[in-house]
């Protein structure tokens, strides 16, 4: 599953994340290192030894903040934030509001912490990344693997005893997690960067599909699985979240908004109203991230002013989470 879709400067500059078909796809990650609670892995969980670097645009990095954020590994786990323009050397670390410079290797690029852990890399340079200061390297840059990681590897260092990973609800989050993702997650950016016809309205009509079965689905109940804020709850808000502002319209995602959606509006609005999501949301660094870095697709680089959406609007906000 992937993390990051920014690369080299651009979003998708190489041609083979797409067929001949013009359908997009994505290029797996490549450090898979696992860190577990007792060290068994090579890599063990500890206070001050990880340091995550994100892209608040970014979903995939998104997912891994807000996991962070609920877990409440602040302390635990330091974190830096790329300017939300992407140069042309791709990802770069700059004073811009909301951006946290690299304390720990003091990058400029992002590429340079790539090349610091693999001098001989040459692959994808992408967010997010958990960076081991202990070893010198990266650990991991795969976005699932990490936000897992942080909720149940490091549930010990937790200062927020909540489990999104509860045994008895596994193998259907990850079912969820597998079910929504490539219609849904992936499904915006199939339908975004292809580049043919028949891709694209194949990609769209799926994603809505999807979306219009999960309509139903929380028209009786309130979580993705149940009762239960889970992982996979986390995955499908940071999508829903950019949707209306972003792949409505520039990735042309436009059979119908989310707001048009009566349940996953009142689902999106009462995710985003728990503390630990919204602090991590910052629509500034979204939308200019994606109209301002994606010149193939906005060669202009103008950003829109809208739409107005008020996140905050009432909502059914009864929250269960599972400890």
Same mark, same amino acid.
């Given at each position: 599953?992937?993390? !990051?879709?920014?690369?080299?400067?651009?979003?998708?500059?190489?041609? $083979?994340?797409?067929?001949? +078909?013009? @359908?997009?796809? %994505? &290029?797996?990650?490549?450090?898979?290192?696992?860190?577990?609670?007792?060290?068994?892995?090579?890599?063990?969980?500890?206070?001050?030894?990880?340091?995550?670097?994100?892209?608040?645009?970014?979903?995939?990095?998104?997912?891994?903040?807000?996991?962070?954020?609920?877990?409440?590994?602040?302390?635990?786990?330091?974190?830096?934030?790329?300017?939300?323009?992407?140069?042309?050397?791709?990802?770069?670390?700059?004073?811009?509001?909301?951006?946290?410079?690299?304390?720990?290797?003091?990058?400029?690029?992002?590429?340079?912490?790539?090349?610091?852990?693999?001098?001989?890399?040459? !692959?994808?340079?992408?967010?997010?990344?958990?960076?081991?200061?202990? $070893?010198?390297?990266?650990? +991991?840059? @795969?976005?699932? %693997? &990490?936000?897992?990681?942080?909720?149940?590897?490091?549930?010990?260092?937790?200062?927020?005893?909540?489990?999104?990973?509860?045994?008895?609800?596994?193998?259907?989050?990850?079912?969820?997690?597998?079910?929504?993702?490539?219609?849904?997650?992936?499904?915006?950016?199939?339908?975004?960067?292809?580049?043919?016809?028949?891709?694209?309205?194949?990609?769209?009509?799926?994603?809505?599909?999807?979306?219009?079965?999960?309509?139903?689905?929380?028209?009786?109940?309130?979580?993705?699985?149940?009762?239960?804020?889970?992982?996979?709850?986390?995955?499908?808000?940071?999508?829903?979240?950019?949707?209306?502002?972003?792949?409505?319209?520039?990735?042309?995602? $436009?059979?119908?908004?989310?707001?048009?959606?009566?349940?996953?509006?009142?689902?999106?609005?009462?995710?985003?109203?728990?503390?630990?999501?919204?602090?991590?949301?910052?629509?500034?660094?979204?939308?200019?991230?994606?109209?301002?870095?994606?010149?193939?697709?906005?060669?202009?680089?103008?950003?829109?002013?809208?739409?107005?959406?008020?996140?905050?609007?009432?909502?059914?906000?009864?929250?269960?989470?599972?400890?």
């Amino acid at each position: 599953m992937a993390s !990051g879709m920014m690369v080299a400067g651009k979003w998708l500059a190489d041609g $083979n994340e797409r067929n001949q +078909n013009g @359908e997009f796809h %994505e &290029i797996p990650t490549t450090f898979r290192h696992y860190i577990t609670a007792d060290g068994s892995s090579g890599f063990k969980a500890e206070t001050g030894r990880y340091h995550l670097y994100v892209a608040l645009g970014c979903p995939w990095a998104h997912r891994t903040l807000i996991m962070r954020e609920i877990k409440g590994l602040y302390d635990v786990i330091s974190v830096a934030i790329v300017d939300p323009i992407m140069s042309d050397k791709g990802w770069m670390f700059s004073d811009a509001p909301g951006s946290i410079p690299d304390s720990v290797n003091h990058a400029k690029y992002l590429q340079e912490i790539y090349l610091k852990a693999n001098p001989k890399y040459t !692959g994808r340079v992408t967010v997010p990344v958990l960076w081991d200061r202990q $070893n010198q390297t990266i650990i +991991n840059n @795969e976005s699932r %693997e &990490i936000m897992r990681m942080f909720d149940v590897e490091f549930a010990e260092l937790a200062t927020q005893k909540i489990n999104l990973y509860p045994p008895e609800l596994q193998q259907q989050i990850d079912e969820v997690i597998d079910a929504i993702y490539t219609p849904i997650n992936a499904g915006v950016y199939r339908a975004g960067f292809a580049t043919s016809q028949v891709a694209y309205e194949q990609a769209v009509t799926e994603l809505f599909e999807s979306l219009d079965k999960w309509e139903i689905i929380l028209s009786k109940q309130r979580y993705l699985c149940g009762n239960f804020l889970t992982e996979a709850d986390i995955c499908m808000f940071v999508t829903l979240y950019r949707f209306d502002s972003v792949y409505y319209s520039h990735f042309k995602c $436009n059979l119908r908004r989310i707001i048009d959606y009566p349940h996953l509006w009142n689902y999106l609005k009462k995710l985003y109203q728990i503390l630990e999501f919204k602090v991590t949301c910052n629509l500034d660094h979204i939308k200019r991230g994606y109209y301002m870095s994606m010149t193939d697709i906005n060669p202009n680089r103008i950003v829109p002013k809208g739409p107005i959406i008020d996140f905050d609007e009432p909502c059914d906000r009864m929250n269960v989470l599972h400890k």
